[in-house]
């Protein structure tokens, strides 16, 4: 079911945000799809370290994923080797309803470094076609070992230009 009457926002992600988004994250699903987990995705002091670090950085666009007035989730461009990558994570209860791609597209308007990647598991289906409808190409694979599956799996690199 799509829903298509919803208040999404995007604002720019505050410490205040990070204790809702650690919750997210231990989602044993959601990790599972993401697979390139933290080592311990348990450990909440790692993340708000690693948050405060991120939230800091120019280089880092943090945004909180809004839903009529609640935190639904997060999207963020980082560099990684010298390339913009994307990310995002939407909290479970609020999967198949559009949001990731509306987040996604209203997110591409207000962060314009191009090109700009998104990497997603071989088999997560739902984000590999959130970025298609948001005009990113599959460009490659790769192989990575996913702390969120303890196994090495496929990933495939999309490219927006």
Not at 101 to 125: C, Q, W, Y
Request: aromatic residues 14%; glycine residues 6%; neutral net charge.
């Amino acid at each position: 079911m799509t829903t298509h009457h919803f208040d999404l926002r995007l604002r720019r992600t505050e410490i205040a945000d990070l204790d809702t988004l650690f919750e997210f994250q231990l989602d044993k699903k959601g990790g599972y799809l993401a697979a390139f987990m933290p080592e311990d995705p348990t450990d909440k002091t790692a993340y708000i370290d690693k948050y405060h670090k991120l939230l800091n950085d120019p280089a880092v666009n943090n945004q909180t994923i809004m839903l009529n007035d609640k935190i639904v989730g997060s999207i963020a461009k980082f560099v990684m080797f010298g390339d913009n990558e994307l990310t995002y994570w939407i909290d479970k209860q609020f999967w198949g309803k559009g949001i990731a791609t509306s987040a996604l597209k209203k997110f591409m308007t207000i962060e314009h470094s191009r090109p700009i990647f998104g990497r997603v598991a071989f088999d997560n289906f739902g984000s590999q076609k959130v970025l298609e409808k948001c005009g990113f190409v599959k460009v490659g694979t790769n192989k990575g070992f996913a702390n969120a599956r303890q196994t090495e799996i496929e990933e495939f690199i999309y490219k927006l230009t």
